[in-house]
T-cell receptor
């Protein structure tokens, strides 16, 4: 069974600061995929970034980047130059090889203070 | 806007009743997934359909069922509703579902169900 753990229930930083959200996972799959989704107060689930486990290079999307440590089964999200609109719940998720359901962590509530 | 639509946005019903939630995937997507988000269980995968066929099952209760129609829209049926079924139900879609690649899933806005 796959498990995803987010150990930070809530984090708060000042606008323009850099923040890192932690995620660890456990899987027996050799081919798997990792995602970060953002859920703002509107409750919409928005894809932030995606990482294929077979790729060594860390994924980046503008201000968002990941630190993927495969041996440690760690997948953290770094948000640079944080903005008020980044305030949201952030969920780490994993999928095995082949299209199947996502396993989500419990989420981290990120608050960006003005 | 992800391109995935869900109706209704809100639903209030009573215990013991049956409801149907509807989802239309993004244009061109063949796979539809259903998820439940509740305070105590978090986000849980329920079931996946690919091109009309059930492909994967998650933590779906026997009181719940789903189907995907020839036009690729999907319906999630919840019956004998209990208070604990109150949750936000998401539908997501992806391009395929039969290959080795795990495609990105795009989520709809959700249906908020309240069972009284």
């Amino acid at each position: 069974a796959q498990t995803v753990t987010q150990s930070q229930p809530e984090m708060s930083v000042q606008e323009a600061e850099t923040v890192t959200l932690s995620c660890t996972y456990d899987t027996s799959e050799s081919n798997y995929y990792l995602f970060w989704y953002k859920q703002p107060p509107s409750r919409q689930m928005i894809l932030v970034i995606r990482q294929e486990a077979y790729k060594q290079q860390n994924a980046t999307e503008n201000r968002f980047s990941v630190n993927f440590q495969k041996a440690a089964k760690s997948f953290s999200l770094k948000i640079s130059d944080s903005q008020l609109g980044d305030t949201a719940m952030y969920f780490c998720a994993q999928a095995g090889g082949g299209a199947d359901g996502l396993t989500f962590g419990k989420g981290t509530h990120l608050i960006i203070q003005p | 806007d992800s391109g995935v639509t869900q109706t209704p946005k809100h639903l209030i019903t009573a215990t013991g009743q049956r409801v149907t939630l509807r989802c239309s995937p993004r244009s061109g997507d063949l796979s539809v997934y259903w998820y439940q988000q509740s305070l105590d269980q978090g986000l849980q995968f329920l079931i996946q359909y690919y091109n009309g066929e059930e492909r994967a099952k998650g933590n779906i209760l026997e009181r719940f069922s789903a189907q995907q129609f020839p036009d690729l829209h999907s319906e999630l049926n919840l019956s004998s509703l209990e208070l604990g079924d109150s949750a936000l139900y998401f539908c997501a879609s992806s391009v395929g579902g039969s290959g080795r690649e795990s495609e990105t899933q795009y989520f709809g806005p959700g249906t908020r169900l309240l069972v009284l």
